[in-house]
């Protein structure tokens, strides 16, 4: 695989991973406003009805936080990635031995 071709590949895994960050967020705010909303509903001044909840209220917390989570560490990982991608860039030239340097060229 060329350079040019691993840049690539690069940029579209970045762009991919801050669609899926974006698509996340939104799902976990659009849960959290539409929970809220069904909990106001359902608190009225006669009392509580919890026909006005979310169904499967617990499974959506449980989707919303995990995938929140889960995202977060894969935030981190692929930043530990790249962090060790660039320090192992910087430091291979260093690490070369110039022949000439040595009488060998």
Known sequence: MTRAQKTTLGVLGGLALVGLNIAVVAFYALWQIADTAAINRSE?????DPSQLLPNSNLFWLAANASLILLLLLDVVVIVVVAMLVNANRRTPALAVDDRRWGRG
Not at 44 to 48: D, L, N, R, Y
């Open 44 to 48: 009225s001044t006669s009392g509580f």
